[in-house]
C-alpha cells in the first residue's frame, strides 16, 4: 500500500488553469503505475489521465485530452497533473491512486489501484 496526498485544488475561472500534486510516501513509487480520478456530484468516479512506469506510458480520457497532462517525478515520489483550458464541467474532487505496473490499455481502469489518496476539490467558475 501506497500512502497518497493530493494538493493544488481550488477555485479558478474558466478557461484558466490549475496544477494537482500527489506526494506518495515509500519506497516502491517508481514501481507504480499512477491515475488521476474524478467525482463530480451525483456522478461516479471517472478516469481522467493515467501515466505507468515510464513517461512515454500516458493514457487520458477523450474529455481532456490536449488539456490535460500528467507526468511523474521519480526522484520526488510525485505525481503531477497540469490542468489547462479549465471548463466548469471540470468541477469534481480529484483523486490520485496508485497501482501495480500494468499495460498502457489498462492504466484507465479504476479497479486497477490499490490505493487513494483523500481528494482535492477543483471548482471552475462559468
Known amino acids: 500500500q501506497v500512502q497518497l496526498v493530493e494538493s493544488g485544488g481550488g477555485l479558478v475561472q474558466a478557461g484558466g488553469s490549475l496544477r494537482l500534486s500527489c506526494a506518495a510516501s515509500?519506497?516502491?513509487?517508481?514501481?507504480?503505475?499512477m491515475g488521476w480520478f474524478r467525482q463530480a456530484p451525483g456522478k461516479e468516479r471517472e478516469s481522467v489521465a493515467a501515466?505507468?512506469?515510464?513517461?512515454?506510458?500516458?493514457s487520458y480520457a477523450d474529455s481532456v485530452k490536449g488539456r490535460f497532462t500528467i507526468s511523474r517525478d521519480n526522484a520526488k515520489n510525485t505525481v503531477y497533473q497540469q490542468m489547462n483550458s479549465l471548463k466548469p464541467e471540470d468541477t469534481a474532487i480529484y483523486y490520485c491512486?496508485?497501482?501495480?505496473?500494468?499495460?498502457?490499455?489498462?492504466?484507465?481502469?479504476?479497479?486497477?489501484?490499490?490505493?487513494w489518496g483523500q481528494g482535492t476539490q477543483v471548482t471552475v467558475s462559468s
Open positions: 501515466i505507468g512506469l515510464t513517461a512515454g506510458s500516458t
Open positions: 515509500g519506497r516502491t513509487f517508481r514501481l507504480n503505475s
Open positions: 491512486a496508485a497501482g501495480p505496473p500494468m499495460p498502457t490499455a489498462q492504466l484507465m481502469g479504476v479497479r486497477g489501484y490499490h490505493s
